[in-house]
Every structure is written in C-alpha cells, then in structure tokens.
C-alpha cells in the first residue's frame, strides 16, 4: 500500500488478507481505519464470531453473512478456503478476540500460507496486550522477547523455564488467572528473585499493574483470587559471571583428555566459555607443561 499523507483515507485493496487489531478492553482503543477496514471487508474472519458480532454492533457494523470462524483448531483447515476467497478478488479482514492478530493468537498459519502463495497481506496496527505490558512495565524494552503461554507441565515447560532464567533479555510472558500463581513460583525457582511486573486488564476499568520481587509476586498472587487477562513482564538475567582461571583450566584439561590438540581444546573452551582465546591457549600450554 502506498504511502499517504494525514488525513487521507485508505479502505482494504480487494484481493487480500488484511490483519486488524482491535481493543483488548476499552472501545476507545478502536482506530478510524480499523472500522473502515470492518465495514468494507467482504469477509470477516474471527476467533469467536459470538464476540466479534458484538464488536462490530457497538461499532454501528453490519455483520450478517461476513463473519466466518477461524480460531486454533479449524485455521489450518480454513486456510484454503481463505487464499482461495483472496484469489476471487474478495478482502479478507482477519481479527482475533482481542488485539493484534497474529500474536499469541490464530492468523500467523494463515499470514504464512498467504506469504507462500503470493497473496497481498498487510496489517491495520493498533492495541496488543504484550507491548502494551511491556512499555507500561518499567522494564527494559531494548531487547526482548515474547515467550506466550508456557506448556503447562512436563519436559516442555521445565526447558522454556531453565531458558528463561539463563536469558538476559525482559521476558513477556501470558498466563491464565488461575495458573498465575504457580506459573510465578515456578518462574521464581527457575530464575531467582529478579524484578517482575504482573498487568492484569490493560485498557479496562479494574486495571491493575503490580510491582515487585518474583518472591513478592508468588506470596501475593497466591493468596488472590485473580481474574481477568493477565500479562508477565519479567526482567532479564544479570551478566554471567567471568569464567575463573580453575573453570578455564579444567575445561582445557577436559578436552585434552579426550583427544583434543593445544590449539582445538584453547578454541573450543573460548567459545564455550565466553573468554579470549590467548587466555584458553596460555592455558592449554600451562597443562601441557605441567604434564611434561
């Protein structure tokens, strides 16, 4: 779509799937052409049609016959049907429940199908519960990362847990009020008492953003009863400690053991463990002196 100046009015291009975010919680939140983008889309893919008709009646939208269902378990199976809509020339407008589509959310199996096909995709930005979250989190937002719903049990999750509590990065996390309390505990055994938020209905009346220790946030919300959508903001793993001269050296030893010449065993442990290689190579000589 062509750059356009201020005030100009763009509609959804026949012929596309057009992505729309639309408010996690205040009305207000719905942007101008989000609407018009609704009111001209010649189908209206959504999680919940039940939810989503209730959108575009507070919006003054007609949705009779535009609303058709893709959520989680139909959207590889809907997908066809929709690239095919897009290649008679009908706009596709996809929205979730709530926020940016795509995001924690069906739409990015149908945004990846689209790309592969060579069908026109494009997006009508607006209100997403994890940047949202994020921003007003206090939190460092230069480098971060998006984890979504962790598995609820299992291998899975203690990997994405011992990952978490190694990753220097803020991590956003979505949780269900009624697992939020474990998913703190668990967060906290995994990663040590660091600072996290816990935002609880962005945008709607009953808000909340709560500040605090991991250890503060499990005692707290354990003892709540928690409702609404919640988002976890938690902070990054401090720097990693400088390897010692005993790590180094041992890790030199390992690798000489096994085989591993003065020159291949210095550049592995460099690599491993994050120090200069001249330091690793000194110490590969040191061990082969020692053993002369």
């Known amino acids: ?33 989000a609407i018009e983008t609704l009111a001209a889309a010649d189908v209206i893919c959504c999680e919940d049609t039940r939810r989503t008709r209730a959108l575009l009646s507070a919006l003054g939208i007609p949705g009779a016959g535009r609303l058709v269902s893709l959520h989680e378990h139909n959207e590889s199976a809907r997908t066809p049907e929709v690239l095919r809509w897009v290649k008679e020339g009908r706009t596709v407008a996809v929205v ?22 060579g069908v026109t995709v494009s ?13 007003v989190s206090g939190l460092p937002t230069d480098r971060y990362c998006v984890e979504g719903f962790l598995p609820r049990r299992g291998p899975g999750r203690r ?39 816990v935002a609880r209905e962005l945008t709607k009346l009953h808000e909340e953003v709560w500040r605090g220790s991991l250890a503060e946030a499990a005692a ?11 988002v976890v903001v938690l902070a990054g793993a401090g720097p990693a400690e400088p390897a010692s001269d005993d790590e180094v050296a041992a890790a030199v030893r390992s690798r000489r053991e096994g085989g591993a010449g003065v020159r291949q065993a210095a550049e592995e442990v460099a690599a491993e463990l994050g120090v200069a290689r001249r330091r690793a190579y000194q110490a590969a000589l040191d061990l082969r002196g020692t053993a002369g």
């Open 123 to 135: 997006i009508v930005p607006g209100p997403s519960a994890l940047d949202a979250a994020l921003v």
């Open 220 to 230: 707290e919300f354990a003892a709540r009863d928690v409702r609404g959508d919640i």
């Open 159 to 197: 990997e994405r847990l011992g990952a978490i509590g190694a990753d220097q990065r803020t991590t956003v996390l979505l949780e269900a009020p009624g697992r939020l309390a474990a998913t703190l505990d668990d967060l906290h055994r995994a990663c040590g008492d660091r600072a996290v938020v």
């Open 1 to 33: 779509m062509p750059p356009t100046e201020p005030g100009d009015t763009v509609g959804p291009r026949a012929g596309a799937v057009v992505l729309v975010a639309t408010p996690i919680g205040n009305l207000g939140d719905i942007s101008a052409r």
């Open 96 to 117: 979730s429940d709530a926020g940016t589509p795509g995001i924690s959310d069906p739409g990015a199996l149908l945004v990846a199908a689209a790309a592969a096909a």
